[in-house]
């Protein structure tokens, strides 16, 4: 007597049909990270061989992969979104395959950058003290917070850029443009705000004092809610 398996989930098999339809785009996807990644590196070792003491030396500039997943975002809507409707792809497959694919770029990113903050814990910074993944606040929680914070930036701009394109293909340029302006307004303006009040110290401290651990939930709530956003654009984005 055989016993029947059951067929895989039609829906499942286009949902990863979406993520190998964007993975054509191999070296957007792949090897552009990589590359920013290899290069921030290398320009953070000669800024930290240039800094004299031996004080810790925070160089950020390896986080320069991170903004890339913007622009990573937009394309993941505006070169596949096309070639999913011609393939019969419902708006909802084509979403949550794409964010699966961010969700599988985020863990790749998060796992480099804890192999890179390895090496610098290992190596006492490079041998120089320096600070490039091994940031102090996103690890005094632990690594497991740390590899965490790294994949909730990472996810958080590939939805940022995923959603901008959307608002793209369903309103135009004019309100991504708006939209670019209204929200520079409004940080500009924070930044004005707590210069002019001198609350810097106060924020600083509340961040501290929140911890990392918060402050990455937090973000994945937000990351959840442009999600969410992006879907409610994206059922009435034309091709």
Do not use: C
């Amino acid at each position: 007597m055989t016993t029947a398996t059951a067929a895989p989930r039609p829906h499942t098999n286009r949902m990863l049909g979406v993520v190998r339809l964007q993975l054509i785009n191999t070296q957007s996807l792949v090897w552009v990270p990589l590359l920013v990644l290899a290069g921030a590196v290398a320009i953070s070792l000669i800024i930290i061989g240039l800094i004299p003491g031996d004080d810790v030396k925070i160089v950020g500039a390896a986080n320069a992969p991170l903004w890339y997943f913007v622009a990573l975002g937009v394309q993941s809507m505006t070169l596949a979104f096309p070639f999913s409707q011609a393939m019969s792809v419902t708006r909802r497959e084509f979403f949550v395959g794409t964010l699966l694919l961010g969700a599988i770029a985020g863990a790749m990113m998060a796992s480099i950058y804890l192999v890179l903050a390895g090496i610098e814990a290992l190596t006492d910074g490079f041998w120089m003290n320096g600070r490039i993944a091994y940031l102090p606040y996103l690890f005094e929680s632990g690594w497991v917070t740390a590899w965490l914070g790294y994949f909730t930036a990472t996810v958080l701009l590939f939805v940022v850029g995923f959603w901008m394109a959307t608002i793209w293909k369903r309103f135009g340029t004019l309100a991504v443009v708006s939209i670019s302006v209204a929200l520079g307004l409004a940080i500009t303006i924070a930044i004005f705000a707590i210069t002019k009040m001198e609350w810097w110290v106060p924020v600083v401290t509340w961040f501290a004092d929140v911890g990392a651990l918060n402050v990455t939930l937090g973000g994945l709530v937000l990351t959840a809610v442009l999600a969410l956003g992006t879907y409610a654009t994206l059922r009435r984005a034309t091709v």
